[in-house]
Structure formats: structure tokens, C-alpha cells
């Protein structure tokens, strides 16, 4: 392992010595790419953005956007340096790959892709979820990799019988770039259930699988299809050429970098907040909403709305989970913005947000009784396979701007408040605090405030929480490259956030009260999103 600076190096001499980490996340919105020196301190970004499509039923992105915008995103950082700097970026010390958890891309055995990329964010596995959960007796979620998988033979698509490999999107650009079908520890667990004794599969569930598949003459059994598991802290491959030139088509860097093991957003979302110790929590809210709490012990009931997964170094990690989040507050944004165009007053979106957003926090404790339901897509945890944006009103109440926003924002957060009922009430699980990352609380204080009302429990923001699940990803290709000898994730991750600047909001009590009022007309308002699904088909 190399020796990691005591103290912030100078990024060109960094960048010139080939120092440098490089993690790149590949977001709902946005592909991003972080480089940062051997203590972890970002010295440069670059991104390029993309979004999923709705082809033939399903959620997806073209694979041509994936290497595009990879390569469009280091193209960008590549820039960034050379700007910033003066000098190019020829080599580095190592790199990450992170990326939207679950999903399903079947790959033949040259690698090529069966059927088009299935996201997260499909629900059409209900079935598949349903009877591996009965069959593992562990929740097996409807976005799972191999909930995909079953409810492909369960409809007896023909590309099952040629499948060579199942992975996620992280673990497919990983394996294009080195070669390597490995995934990290945390990706691996939202694919199919780990043992965190073990650090691998569960043996009696993957052979629970392969017997419920015998009779069909499907020509593979389960765990040859899986991709291999890797601790945290392990290589997991290194740059080809031939992966050089999907990254970097100039071939300015040069090849035979070492990368650490592929991770989630999960994973890279516990990284980047520090949360990977027992008792530690963390919420990654944007596009989707999704809390972590890392477990003093296992659950003691199987729940079909928790995931069960584990971190980057192997511990049990309870996750409350929600497709939705801000989709349709950010379309509410977008209406405004459009309504200052055709006001002549072209009032720039990031505006918007920054003067808008906080009026949330002078609306009435519970929104002015308004109803509101975020559902872009399904939500598995609240029951609905389809999505429906929906505001209804007490005409009684006041009808304000300030109201509107605080019910989009409680809204947000509702289906993963019912996930985090089950572990805190159901479970006894506790969590001394949340820490918070992703734009949910891109407006100072008011997504902490209003998380602190919908979880109970006070929220903390570092002032690294804007750099997210790439720098995530870098950290844990600097912990492979730059960690000391038997020197553990955590242990590391204290070292990098020593001296971090951090801002705790309690929870307010009118805003508590206000959130359980607006909670309970969310659940009651079920019957209203059934119907409005029923009837706008």
C-alpha cells in the first residue's frame, strides 16, 4: 500500500505524481466524476447528465449514454484540470465505480447485453418478489437483481436460457473497463441475499433457487451467474486497453490502474457520511429516498418493505427504501420557472430553488391539510405499481405557495418514513442520529428541518455532504490504494472526516406535530392514489 499524505498535498503536484483517486458515480440524473488526493480532499469534478427512458414498459437508459456519458463526464473532469491546474491528467493511482443499485442486465458469453437495461425502478416483479421472499424467508424487494431474474423465467422470456452473467450497472462498467465480473460487498447484497459471517452468497438460498428451476432445463445453475464478492480495501482489476478507450478515447491516461470493487449508492452514500460504524445512519435523498442504519443485531422479523443488505466491510444494514422522492417537487420547480418566462421575468431555476424553498419552513406545521403524493413511478412500499403525481386540498385552508412546498417535501419523505415505522416500532432499532446527503438539502437547513420532522431523530450535514456518492466511490479506491496495514474502513473514514465541519438541527416540536398530522392524511389518502391510478390509465 502507498503512504497517504498527514497533510492536504498541493493538487498539481499530485496530479503530476499520479496520485490521484478517481471515482465516478453514475446517478438517476447525473453521471459525476470526483478526483481526489491521497487524504481524500477533492481537487476536481466533472459530470455529464443523462435520464432514464419509459421504452416498451420499462425503465431504462440506453447503453449508449452509459459510455457516452462516461466519457463525456472525464472528458469534463479532464478539462476541469488542466483549467485549474495547468498541467493534464495522464495517470492515476486508482479508480471507483459506483452506480444505481439493483436493477438487471443479463449478459451473453461475449458480454453482450440479452435485453435492454433494467433499472431500479421497475415494478413489474411482484410475483418474483413475492415467492422468493416465501422461499428464502428473507425480504427479496421487488428492484432486486434477482427478482428481475425470476420474473424473467417466471414469463419465460427466451434470453434466460442464454444468460452468462447477471450484474448491476456499476459492475457492468466496471466489468467493461477491466475485464473483471466482481462487485463490492454492499452491490453484491442488492443483487441476492449475503451473510455478513461469510462475505459471500448465501449458499442454502442460491440452492433454494436452482431446485425451484430444475424442471425448466435452464442450462446454469445460480452462483455461476453471480458476479464474485469483494471486501472493501481489495483490487478489483485493473484498467485494460481496451477500457481505456471507452473511459478516455484521447488515451492521454494511461492504462493498468488499479480499481477497487464496484459499489452501489448505498454503499458510497454510507462512505461519503461516515456511517458504516453500528448505531450510525444515513439518508441519500434525491430522485429516490433511501435510509441506512447499520445493525447491533439481525432483525428479528422478515419485512417485505426493509432491505436487508450490508456495508462496504460487511456489517448488517437495515434499509428503508423509496422509489419516490423530489421528482415532482422538482417538476413544481420547473412549473414556476416557467411561469417567470411568460411573466418576462426569466428567473434562472437555481434561483427558483434557493428563494423558494425555504418559504416551506413558514407554511403551516401540517402543509394547510393538504395531501400530496410524490408518485412518479410505483412504490413498493406503500403498495402501488404504477405512480400518479396527485395534490388535493381542504378548500377550508389556506392555499399558499409556502404550504404547497412543505407538503412536497413531507411528501418525499412519506413511504420512507412506513419503512422506518417498521424498524424503530416493529424493531426497536435505534440510530443516535441521521446524517443527510443528496439535493434534498440543497437549500440550507430546510431539508434537514424537515427531515429532522420526518424521522424523529436529529439530522446532521457535513459540509462534504454536496459531494456525494462519487467522492463516496474515490474514498474507497484511496482506502485500497492508501490504507495502512490492517488499518479498518472505519478507522480510515475517521481519519478522513477529522476536522470535518458538521451543522445538527434537532427536531422541532411543532414541526414533529405538524409531520404526524400531514403522516396520517398521507396514509389515509391511499383509496385517493388507487383511484386516480384506476381511472388515468
Known sequence: MKKRYIMEADPKEVILGGEGILGIEFGSTRIKATLVSSDGSPIGHGSHTWENKFEHGVWTYDTEDVFSGLAGCYYELQRNIESEYGVPLTSLAGIGISGMMHGYLALDEKGQLLVPFRTWRNTNTVEASQRLTELFGF???????????????????EHVDRIARITTLAGYVHFMLTGKFVLGLNEASGMFPVDPNTGDYYGKMTESFDETITDLGIP?????????????????????????????????????????????????????????????????A???????????????????????????DGSPVAMAHSNNCTSELDAWMML????????????????IYEKLLPLALEGDPDAGGLLTYGYVSGEHVTGFEEGRPLLVRDPSRAFSVSNVLRAHLFSALGAMRMGLDILFEEEGVTVDEIRGHGGFFKAPGVGQRIMAAATGVPVRLQNTAGEGGSWGVALLAAYMVYRSESESLADYLDDVFRGTETSVVEPEENDLEGFREFFNRYKRGFPIERASIDTLK
Open 139 to 157: 425480504p427479496v424487494p421487488l428492484r432486486w437483481s434477482v427478482a428481475h431474474l425470476y420474473q424473467a423465467i417466471l414469463d419465460g422470456e
Open 220 to 284: 446454469w445453475k445460480l452462483k455461476e451467474i453471480l458476479p464474485e464478492i469483494l471486501v472493501a480495501g481489495t483490487e478489483g482489476g485493473k484498467l485494460t486497453e481496451a477500457g481505456l478507450s471507452v473511459l478516455d478515447p484521447t488515451k492521454r491516461l494511461l492504462p493498468g490502474i488499479p480499481f477497487c470493487p464496484p459499489e452501489g449508492d448505498a454503499g458510497t452514500g454510507m462512505v461519503a457520511t461516515n456511517s458504516i460504524r453500528k448505531r450510525t445512519g444515513n439518508v441519500s
Open 286 to 312: 434525491g430522485t429516490s429516498a433511501f435510509a441506512m442504519i447499520v445493525l447491533e443485531s439481525s432483525l428479528k422479523e422478515v419485512h417485505s418493505e426493509i432491505d436487508v443488505l450490508v456495508t462496504p
Open 336 to 351: 414556476f420557472h416557467e411561469v417567470s418566462i411568460k411573466l418576462d421575468h426569466d428567473v434562472s431555476l437555481s434561483s
